[in-house]
């Protein structure tokens, strides 16, 4: 890989990452915590992470808003640590709103 940037050609995806990883955390993009409106009746604060696959919602605030909770599938999340958690429930067609912005998902329930 070093040979690709001190030679000025296009750096291979693999030398980008390393280039990234490289530079002082003040570069990364943080997380951000966003007013959502769940189900259009419950004001909760969010985090808004980008590189996130999938949503997750807190068990009792599916308790609080009386939501049906699926238990048929099951997903195996890699934690931001390096940890692995099983997660089984899920809530399907969750209603959020950012701002102006109405949006569906499916969100695992921990």
Do not use: W
Not at 69 to 83: C, D, E, P, Y
Request: glycine share 8%; proline share 3%.
């Amino acid at each position: 890989m070093d040979q690709i940037c001190t030679q000025n050609k296009s750096p291979a995806v693999g030398a980008a990452l390393v280039t990234l990883l490289e530079r002082p955390v003040e570069f990364a993009i943080p997380f951000r915590e966003v007013e959502v409106v769940v189900m259009g009746q419950h004001h909760e604060l969010g985090l808004l992470d980008e590189g996130s696959e999938i949503v997750i919602i807190q068990e009792d605030l599916c308790d609080e808003l009386g939501l049906e909770v699926n238990r048929k599938q099951r997903l195996t999340m890699q934690t931001a640590n390096g940890g692995k958690e099983e997660i089984q429930d899920y809530v399907e067609y969750l209603e959020l709103e950012v701002g102006e912005v109405k949006t569906y998902a499916h969100a695992f329930v921990v």
